[in-house]
């Protein structure tokens, strides 16, 4: 529940929005019901309704008011007020800097109406970043709560005729919505409004695509650097591989005993069909060849770490091997070799 703090000389309390009544007030402050008014930090005079309530919708939130009215007895809220209740203001800036100081004062409204209020920032991009360069205050009725209507009042305020942006915090512009239409979305000074012209937000927006462009180039870059050095590390790799390659090329000229070829042989043994690999596949995380593509496949499908040394993430480590086929069929016609040394 939103509150209010009302003080009058030495006085200070801290009201609820329940609490805001003539009959409160002027019991808390003693002071005739017939002749109490608050007035906001803009000096702006607020009078109650005709059934005894100041209306919420003309304050702020946590906002500071002091109490006017002539010392007397309270009135009970059945007494008649001579005068309608009427919102005025004694002395009203429409623009002030961001210290507070006055820049352009307002004529007094006239007629029934319950004005809000509420800052506007004035944006300036510093090094890429959105910043404020000053603040301006506007006013604005209910039916004028819409990005069209608080656009005019920017207008308004900053004395120009060139088209103007509005944006969030975050520099996207605000457009007309169902929400962008509620008195609450523009009553609520937290929510930071900022305001453009139409050609430094074009710009803005230019930069940011821009930088948004050289983040991706950048991510694009640094994924590019981490897959070369992975085909860097397995060529390392693969070194002892060649060694076993070259050794097995001399062995297949002979007729040499299994126990001589079986760590050649081990090396191309699929792990998973115990057979000479087809296609086969390198995993970088255990720096070894581990069994056929068509295994390797399978294998993903019910499991994700490596099936040699258990490392997780194996979809992201292997690589196919290629220009291997006359090395595999050695390795077969080295097995066939042995099988008959062995008789």
Known sequence: MESYILFRGGKRFTLREDDMTVEEICRIFQVNAGSVYVTDDTNTAIFPEASGIFSTMNLTNRGHYEVHG????????????NRAPVLFSLSSPLVSSSSGRSLVGAPRPTGFFRPLQRSIHVAEVVHGELTTSRTVT???????????????????????????????????????????????????NSRKVFVFPESDFQEFQNGRRAKMSRRADDSYMQG???????????????????????????????????????????????????????????????????????????????????????????????????????????IKGVRVVIGDASK
Not at 142 to 151: D, H, K, L, R
Not at 157 to 164: F, K, N, Q, R, Y
Not at 273 to 298: H, N, W, Y
Request: charged share 20%; hydrophobic share 35%.
């Open 224 to 330: 590019m650097t981490g897959q070369i050095n992975e085909l860097k590390n397995a060529c390392e790799s693969l070194h002892g591989i060649s060694n076993s390659i070259t050794q097995l090329c001399e062995m297949a000229k002979y007729k040499v005993p299994k126990t001589l070829a079986h760590p050649v042989e081990e090396v191309f043994t699929c792990l998973v069909c115990k057979a000479i690999m087809d296609e086969p596949t390198f995993s970088t995380c255990c720096g070894s060849l581990v069994g056929c593509g068509a295994c390797v496949r399978q294998w993903l499908l019910n499991a994700d770490h490596c099936l040699k040394c258990r490392t997780p993430g194996f979809a992201n480590n292997i690589h196919s091997v290629k220009g291997m086929d006359s090395v595999l069929a050695s």
């Open 70 to 81: 002539d010392e007397g007895p309270r009135m009970t809220p059945a007494t008649p007020v």
């Open 138 to 188: 506007i006013r604005f009725s209910q039916a004028e709560a819409t990005v069209e209507g608080i656009t005019a009042k920017v207008g308004e305020a900053l004395e120009t005729e060139c088209g103007i942006i509005l944006t969030d915090s975050q520099g996207n512009e605000i457009l007309d919505s169902e929400a962008t239409r509620s008195i609450h979305y523009w009553k609520d």
